[in-house]
């Protein structure tokens, strides 16, 4: 069983940056990924980095501003988040997957959320 506990959320205004992170309570070859859910709408990919960080994958919506990275030394995988957009507020999930995919049903493990807004 794998925990994880995501933090790096807050408020920020349109083209600043934050930075996510997640860190898991045990080393693990799982995929990781990040997801995030806007009030009423569906949760949605965001980006995946495979356990050797050689396979990374990210939604359109996110691609050239967002990076994913791992540092498996630590068992953590972060989120750099540049040039946000008010449509990138959501709620940001890190979770972890033993076959990988870009799908919610595709991950076992989830962490609590981080709420990002971005003010206009």
């Known amino acids: 069983q794998v925990q994880l506990v995501e933090s790096g959320g807050g408020l920020v205004q349109a083209g600043g940056s934050l930075r996510l992170s997640c860190t898991a309570s045990?080393?693990?070859?799982?995929?990781m990924g990040w997801f995030r859910q806007a009030p009423g709408k569906e949760r949605e990919f965001v980006a995946t980095?495979?356990?050797?960080?050689?396979?990374?994958v990210y939604a359109d919506s996110v691609k050239g501003r967002f990076t994913i990275s791992r540092d498996n030394a630590k068992i953590a995988v972060y989120l750099q988040m540049n040039s946000l957009k008010p449509e990138d507020t959501a709620v940001y999930y890190c979770?972890?997957?033993?076959?990988?995919?870009?799908?919610?049903?595709?991950?076992?493990?989830w962490g609590q959320g981080t709420q990002v807004t971005v003010s206009s």
């Open positions: 979770a972890a997957s033993s076959r990988g995919g870009i799908a919610a049903h595709d991950y076992n493990y």
């Open positions: 045990a080393r693990t070859f799982l995929t």
């Open positions: 980095v495979n356990w050797s960080g050689t396979s990374i």
